[in-house]
């Protein structure tokens, strides 16, 4: 069980173009969803924490109208990234968690590149 | 915010040698530490955690153990395989946040 799916799983776009990578629990409802970002041989940086139905939370120094997060659903959750360009070019990891838990259930994360 | 220290950053151990990581946090109110094992290109995968009201939990060759007053929970990883190679994150959690340690490169050497 507490199976997160992530789509895609790569992509590569054009800068300036918008990408829109979608996390959705599988077999569960997540009450939380987070968003991760890693850079190569670095550490997960937590981007932005969204509840179901309400507007996502960001962390310091994430620009929130650069990367747009709905939580349309207690299943699904997608990060657009607009206008994107080379910088934004990372590893985009999903997570999930339920009501009160501790833990965090985590997608299998979409490769960026941005050309 | 949560100051998370890992050390060290690169761990290089003989199979069958035990290996040893230490997280350091400094967010009195976190109560959640859990360990991740992460290889290239991989989601990170929760070998071990441990809650605030425990001082140690063992799976089988690897173990938690955790000091809330000194702050500090540490990782334990005995008769070490080569397939325990990978990056190892510790995660502090407070307000159900992770807040990532920087990560430790282990290499296990046949």
């Known amino acids: 069980g507490a199976v997160v799916s992530q789509h895609p799983s790569w992509v590569i776009c054009k800068s300036g173009t918008s990408v829109k990578i979608e996390c959705r629990s599988l077999?569960?409802?997540?009450?939380?969803m987070f968003w991760y970002r890693q850079f190569p041989k670095q550490s997960l940086m937590l981007m932005a924490t969204?509840?179901?139905?309400?507007?996502?939370?960001?962390e310091q120094g994430v620009e929130k109208d650069k990367f747009l997060i709905n939580h349309a659903s207690l299943t699904l959750s997608t990060l657009t990234v607009t206008s994107a360009h080379p910088e934004d070019s990372s590893f985009y990891i999903c997570?999930?968690?339920?009501?009160?838990?501790?833990?965090?259930?985590f997608g299998p994360g979409t490769r960026l590149t941005v050309t | 915010g949560e100051n998370v220290e890992q050390h060290p950053s690169t761990l290089s151990v003989q199979e069958g040698d035990s290996a040893v990581i230490k997280c350091t946090y400094s967010d009195s109110a976190s109560n959640y530490f859990p360990w991740y094992k992460q290889e290239l290109g991989k989601r990170p995968q929760l070998i071990i955690d441990?809650?605030?009201?425990?001082g140690e939990k063992k799976d089988q060759r690897i173990a938690v153990t955790l000091n809330k007053t000194a702050k500090h929970f540490s990782l334990h990883i005995t008769e070490t395989q080569p397939e325990d190679s990978a990056v190892y994150f510790c995660a502090p959690s407070s307000w159900g946040k992770l807040q990532f340690g920087a990560g430790t490169q282990v290499v296990v050497t046949p």
């Open positions: 969204s509840n179901e139905g309400s507007k996502a939370t960001y």
């Open positions: 077999d569960f409802q997540a009450t939380t």
């Open positions: 441990i809650r605030s009201n425990v």
């Open positions: 997570s999930a968690s339920l009501l009160a838990a501790y833990e965090q259930y």
